[in-house]
């Protein structure tokens, strides 16, 4: 019998790595939407499949198919036949055994929704005159030239320029407004720092990214997790998370930003759940606290909508 046991451990194998290969090929095909064809990941996933366990020991019979099942689900089917080796000497067993394996990936379709700041605020004290907006971030039209060179276009993927808040004097009080940046769109931050004179007189909302006071702002990418990627990184803002908005104070007042001079700013960039809030915070000077422009939002919200959201397998 212990041919059997070798043969069924065998088999176990075989089964886990078909489930991985047919769960990637679910994924894979669920990525590429409803509209791309199926052929090329089906085919692509039985190739990986052959070529990873081999004839010796899955038969290269081995039948893949796959389909949407509604706008959501797509399914993956994997027959084949696994090889006998030692079970060839049990009787009355087949030397090659069927194996079936299914897979289903679930897309889920929202948009990313964030409301205005609850909190936003420069302080009088920065040097220079400073002011945040918000813009939309579209990696997939950025130009992708040399930014040193002529004819470098900033504003290319980055639009809907938005002031949020300004340290003039006094501050000026900007319409509470957040741009819908659609599907393909990444809800970012971009700071304009220009000479301390313009806190009496401030210059006119800026146009465009180019030019010296105007430089790429940070570039997000957002998840569906709140999460989000810094692509510019120019500004390199603070980032907490906050499980309440009283948690988005200093220390000092009971909450959980620090505080202190000449330090590293903390970057909590990761899962944002809703009902919680992020706390931004960005260095004027050079004195590295972190604390001279603050912004505190709440994690997004998700609505329906046609952008991918997230991509699971059910089980
Ligand atoms: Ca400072
Ligand atoms: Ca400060």
Redesign the pocket.
Known sequence: MTGYAVDLSRIQNVRTSLQDQADAAAIAIAKRGKSASLAEPVEFARNTILAELGPDTLDPSLELRANWDGTTDVEVFVNGKVEGTLMRIVPGISPQTDIGIYSRARVEYANTEFKPPKYSFV?P??DHYNRIYFYCYYPDDIDTSDPSLPGYDYNKGRDQLTPVSDNAEPPTAYPVAVPDCGEDGNLSFKREQMDGKYKKNPPPPASDFSGTAYGPGDDFIHKADGAFDRRGDRFNPETIRCRTEQQCKPKSQGGVIPEGKNRFPVREDGACPVGEFRYFGW???N?D????ITIIMECPTRTAGDKISRIYLVK
């Not at 606290?289 to 001279?292: E, G, M, V, W, Y």
């Open positions: 302080d004290e920065a260095e004027d000077g004195d606290d972190f604390n001279d």
